[in-house]
């Protein structure tokens, strides 16, 4: 006796073999016609056809073609190549390339926002910047699995806002190329990858880069466009070089703006123009414009589930693109964004916002030590309502005020406290300085006196598992209470309710012995933890682990 499944195959194939038998016959029987309708030719007297003629007529030409022509010559194809790996341990570092299939879906930020902290930029904590690498950056799906020993080619685009030869980019398109070549629009379709290009500053909080050509004549320049006065339904127009296709234009609409596409503190300076003008593998750094011709956007990342285009594209605002590229030509040749030193939780429930009775405002989570909130009198639990006298809406609205202040500046800042209005005034200070200080105290303290281990470690917080659970799973442990979002614990699958029951296999069945074991835990060190879920103990033992980073 055949299997169920055995009898619906052979009736699938069997259904199978006569639709193609039945197309076999169609085109036997197409072919016989048309060999009967050939075989009629010399039968037949063509004298009476008129030949065709090419009508010499013009059609006016529509914006999109006088942008294409007048921004095209200042639209760049960016080429990079990435040594072997012995050649270029001294670079920076790689990114992972992963294939995301179905990424973060845009606006949902759910995770904990570090003012002006700087922190995860790149770190993979959102699926988009695997996105960014990937498809932006023109590599092969396997490109990480490769032969290392090979030199790794990618491309993009760019383009010119000096005649100098300066030029806008994505940072994801350079960031790991040990050799960048640029090749303009009027250089000579050759092998040849270009003239050699130098890189005068990235900065990762925005996926942005100034990188260099030299050049004995001013080269031809874009305009940079005000992207806040764009509109949704405003006509735009991308140029660049998708799948090596140097000087493709489309164009669409703005769909959306201020699209936060990566979640917590990765994405708290990145808030895009959504648009479906077709951007495709090789369009990133690339101008997205206006009618006027204007760039209003740097052409950044795709959401896509097939590695190509799907109607929607993010575009890194002009306005943010400006201030960045300001700081990147400096002397410094970095970005210098302000902070007070506070941590805080984005997109709260309605439920929270009752209880503490705000509609509007941003409630402090942790004040950083010795930070610039903490030397003014904040405290976690108040709520900042305004800036200089300036109703705060919400985080984001408090990041964009508050990394814009140059450090050493002042600002007034009101609060609710218990209920109470208050002010205080604080003092400014530099976002990487103030969060890589605390960084350091926290490291450098010892199990004794740097509060919980395992919080400020791993990001997870522990309590001591009950007499009944422990008879109950006959294995001892300590329950998770705690884990905070895109830290180390986060990032390796670990929940509240899981029970830890050994850490590198050494056990962890009390709150000392956890402790004991994670303080010898350092940066660089390979993390696995064997947890239990109380609510599936028949499932056994699972094994989450990471590299501490």
């Given at each position: 006796?055949?299997?169920?499944?055995?009898?619906?195959?052979?009736?699938?194939?069997?259904?199978?073999?006569?639709?193609?038998?039945?197309?076999?016959?169609?085109?036997?029987?197409?072919?016989?016609?048309?060999?009967?309708?050939?075989?009629?030719?010399?039968?037949?007297?063509?004298?009476?056809?008129?030949?065709?003629?090419?009508?010499?007529?013009?059609?006016?030409?529509?914006?999109?073609?006088?942008?294409?022509?007048?921004?095209?010559?200042?639209?760049?194809?960016?080429?990079?190549?990435?040594?072997?790996?012995?050649?270029?341990?001294?670079?920076?570092?790689?990114?992972?390339?992963?294939?995301?299939?179905?990424?973060?879906?845009?606006?949902?930020?759910?995770?904990?926002?570090?003012?002006?902290?700087?922190?995860?930029?790149?770190?993979?904590?959102?699926?988009?910047?695997?996105?960014?690498?990937?498809?932006?950056?023109?590599?092969?799906?396997?490109?990480?699995?490769?032969?290392?020993?090979?030199?790794?080619?990618?491309?993009?685009?760019?383009?010119?806002?000096?005649?100098?030869?300066?030029?806008?980019?994505?940072?994801?398109?350079?960031?790991?190329?040990?050799?960048?070549?640029?090749?303009?629009?009027?250089?000579?379709?050759?092998?040849?990858?270009?003239?050699?290009?130098?890189?005068?500053?990235?900065?990762?909080?925005t996926d942005l880069a100034v990188i260099k050509i030299d050049t004995s004549s001013p080269l031809p320049t874009v305009?940079?466009?005000?992207?806040?006065?764009?509109?949704?339904?405003?006509?735009?127009?991308?140029?660049?070089?998708?799948?090596?296709?140097?000087?493709?234009?489309?164009?669409?609409?703005?769909?959306?703006?201020?699209?936060?596409?990566?979640?917590?503190?990765?994405?708290?300076?990145?808030?895009?123009?959504?648009?479906?003008?077709?951007?495709?593998?090789?369009?990133?750094?690339?101008?997205?414009?206006?009618?006027?011709?204007?760039?209003?956007?740097?052409?950044?990342?795709?959401?896509?589930?097939?590695?190509?285009?799907?109607?929607?594209?993010?575009?890194?605002?002009?306005?943010?693109?400006?201030?960045?590229?300001?700081?990147?030509?400096?002397?410094?040749?970095?970005?210098?964004r302000g902070s007070i030193g506070i941590r805080f939780n984005q997109g709260l429930s309605g439920a929270v916002n009752?209880?503490?009775?705000?509609?509007?405002?941003?409630?402090?989570?942790?004040?950083?030590?010795?930070?610039?909130?903490?030397?003014?009198?904040?405290?976690?639990?108040?709520?900042?309502?305004?800036?200089?006298?300036?109703?705060?809406?919400?985080?984001?609205?408090?990041?964009?005020?508050?990394?814009?202040?140059?450090?050493?500046?002042?600002?007034?800042i009101g609060y609710m406290r218990d209920g109470k209005p208050l002010d205080t005034t604080v003092t400014i200070g530099?976002?990487?300085?103030?969060?890589?200080?605390?960084?350091?105290?926290?490291?450098?303290?010892?199990?004794?006196?740097?509060?919980?281990?395992?919080?400020?470690?791993?990001?997870?917080?522990?309590?001591?598992?009950?007499?009944?659970?422990?008879?109950?799973?006959?294995?001892?442990?300590?329950?998770?209470?705690?884990?905070?979002?895109?830290?180390?614990?986060?990032?390796?699958?670990?929940?509240?309710?899981?029970?830890?029951?050994?850490?590198?296999?050494?056990?962890?069945?009390?709150?000392?012995?956890?402790?004991?074991?994670?303080?010898?835990?350092?940066?660089?060190?390979?993390?696995?933890?064997?947890?239990?879920?109380?609510?599936?103990?028949?499932?056994?033992?699972?094994?989450?682990?990471?590299?501490?980073?």
């Amino acid at each position: 006796m055949k299997s169920l499944f055995e009898r619906l195959r052979t009736r699938r194939l069997a259904s199978t073999f006569v639709l193609l038998g039945t197309l076999s016959v169609a085109i036997v029987a197409v072919s016989f016609a048309a060999h009967g309708v050939r075989g009629q030719e010399k039968q037949s007297d063509s004298a009476d056809a008129t030949p065709l003629k090419v009508v010499n007529s013009s059609v006016p030409p529509n914006e999109f073609v006088r942008i294409a022509k007048e921004v095209g010559p200042a639209v760049v194809n960016i080429n990079t190549q990435t040594l072997p790996k012995q050649s270029s341990n001294k670079g920076r570092p790689r990114p992972h390339l992963h294939v995301q299939p179905n990424p973060q879906a845009p606006g949902d930020d759910d995770g904990d926002d570090d003012q002006q902290q700087g922190q995860g930029q790149g770190q993979g904590q959102g699926n988009f910047q695997d996105f960014f690498n990937k498809f932006f950056g023109g590599q092969v799906p396997d490109q990480d699995g490769g032969d290392d020993n090979q030199v790794r080619e990618s491309l993009g685009s760019g383009f010119i806002v000096d005649p100098k030869g300066y030029i806008i980019t994505n940072n994801h398109v350079i960031e790991k190329a040990d050799k960048i070549f640029v090749k303009l629009s009027t250089d000579p379709d050759t092998q040849d990858l270009g003239r050699p290009a130098r890189v005068i500053g990235f900065d990762k909080a925005t996926d942005l880069a100034v990188i260099k050509i030299d050049t004995s004549s001013p080269l031809p320049t874009v305009k940079l466009g005000n992207s806040e006065t764009s509109q949704v339904g405003d006509w735009v127009e991308a140029i660049g070089s998708p799948f090596a296709l140097a000087q493709t234009v489309t164009a669409g609409i703005i769909s959306a703006k201020h699209r936060t596409i990566e979640p917590g503190a990765s994405g708290q300076f990145q808030h895009f123009i959504q648009t479906d003008a077709a951007i495709n593998p090789g369009n990133s750094g690339g101008p997205l414009l206006n009618m006027n011709g204007e760039v209003i956007g740097v052409n950044t990342a795709i959401y896509t589930q097939s590695a190509g285009y799907q109607g929607i594209g993010f575009a890194m605002p002009s306005n943010t693109v400006v201030e960045v590229y300001n700081d990147l030509i400096s002397a410094s040749h970095k970005v210098t964004r302000g902070s007070i030193g506070i941590r805080f939780n984005q997109g709260l429930s309605g439920a929270v916002n009752r209880v503490y009775g705000f509609k509007t405002g941003v409630l402090v989570q942790q004040v950083v030590h010795g930070g610039p909130a903490d030397k003014a009198g904040l405290k976690g639990g108040d709520i900042i309502t305004t800036i200089d006298g300036r109703s705060i809406k919400d985080g984001d609205d408090l990041v964009n005020e508050i990394t814009t202040r140059r450090p050493g500046s002042s600002v007034r800042i009101g609060y609710m406290r218990d209920g109470k209005p208050l002010d205080t005034t604080v003092t400014i200070g530099d976002l990487d300085h103030v969060f890589a200080e605390a960084d350091n105290q926290q490291a450098d303290a010892g199990p004794d006196n740097q509060g919980d281990v395992g919080e400020s470690k791993l990001g997870l917080v522990v309590r001591q598992e009950s007499d009944s659970t422990a008879a109950k799973l006959k294995i001892p442990g300590v329950v998770i209470q705690s884990v905070r979002s895109g830290s180390f614990a986060d990032l390796q699958g670990l929940e509240p309710g899981l029970i830890i029951t050994r850490i590198n296999k050494q056990p962890t069945g009390t709150k000392e012995q956890f402790d004991s074991v994670v303080s010898k835990i350092k940066t660089g060190d390979d993390v696995v933890f064997e947890v239990i879920d109380p609510r599936r103990p028949d499932n056994g033992i699972n094994y989450l682990g990471g590299t501490l980073e």
